[in-house]
Structure formats: C-alpha cells, structure tokens
C-alpha cells in the first residue's frame, strides 16, 4: 500500500481487537473506529467513513456480513472479512461486491497486509467498473431522448431524420449547450404542448 489507510475493525473478542489495532498502526494504517458488534460497527462507519472495514464474521446482533451490507447502503466501502471457520454458506452470503477479502483466524500480520493491498486494489477495478457502467446506462438514455427529440422535430417541421438531428446539432451549438440538454428542452417543450392540447 502506498498510501496509510483510515480503517474500521470489529470483533466480539477483545484480544483480537488489540492485536488488530496494533498490526494495523505497525503497518501504517490508521484505526479510526473500533467496534465489539455489528450494529457498532455500522454507527461508526457512518460517523468515520473509514476507507476500509476489517470485521469479524461472527459477532452478536449482527454478523459480519449482514454489518458490511448495512454499513455499503450510505457509501461504498471495501471490506475484509475475518473467521475462525471454513463455511461454505457463509462464504456464499460473502460474495457481495463490497467484500474484497476473507482471512482465516489466527491472521498474521504478513497475511493482513497481503490482504489490504489485495483489497483496495480489488475496489478501485470495482469502482472502475462501477462507473463504466453508470457511464453506459446514461449514453444509453441520452441517446433516447434525442432520438425522441428527433422524432418531434421530424413530425413538428416536416423534415426528415438527417435534417432533423441537423437542426437539433445547430441549435446545440448556437446555444453553446450539450444535444443532450437541447434535446430534454424539446421533449419538455413537447409535453408542455400535449397538456395545451388536452385543455
């Protein structure tokens, strides 16, 4: 890791808690919250937006899995989850997006900071991707609501697709204004027609 980390921990076990919070500062990090149960451990996360959650799987109220959903609800945030067992259905229930590690009790420091790099690592492609996503999901809805505006202009002015797209172009440039705004205006302007008519 190049960067020193703000990092959140929970364990029921209080040895663990120590052991963790002393690794963690060797190792460069920053404990920003310490926490002996989920619901804990979610409060925190909230007060400190930590930017990595270190949490124990079994914890009472809430287990560590059911904290790491709660806690990704207000903000994403990578987590690395901690057991003292090999659980198939709990391995299962922990391939949410967030969760970008699993170690096994009794965690060397080695390990751990294996584990840290792996997982922010993990999140930053997960974010990538994330953002790609959202990124083609809205291109994808700009470029419907031109081709609407493109079918008002073509049935408003009598023209066709060429010369429509042309004038939508035209008034996006005249204006200094991205197609897509031009075209929400004229789709909004259309509405605004179609309530007129319905009086």
Known sequence: MSRPLRVAVADDERDVR???????????????AVAE??????????????DLVITDIRMPDMDGIET????NRDRQVPVILVSAH????????????HIMGYLVKPVKEADLKTAISLAMQRFGQFLALAKEASDLRQALEDRKLIERAKG???KRLRVDEEESFRRLRKLSSDR?????????EVVGAEDIFHRLDAL
Do not use: C, F, W
């Open 176 to 184: 200094n204004r991205k197609l897509v705004e031009v075209a929400r």
């Open 68 to 71: 790491s959903m709660a806690v």
């Open 37 to 50: 149960t989920g619901r804990q451990l979610a409060e925190q996360v909230k007060a400190v937006t930590p």
């Open 152 to 154: 008002i202009l073509m």
């Open 86 to 97: 090999h659980d198939a259905e709990l391995l299962t229930r922990a391939g949410a997006d």
């Open 18 to 32: 120590d052991y963790m919070q002393d690794v963690l500062t060797r190792l460069g990090h920053e404990v920003v």
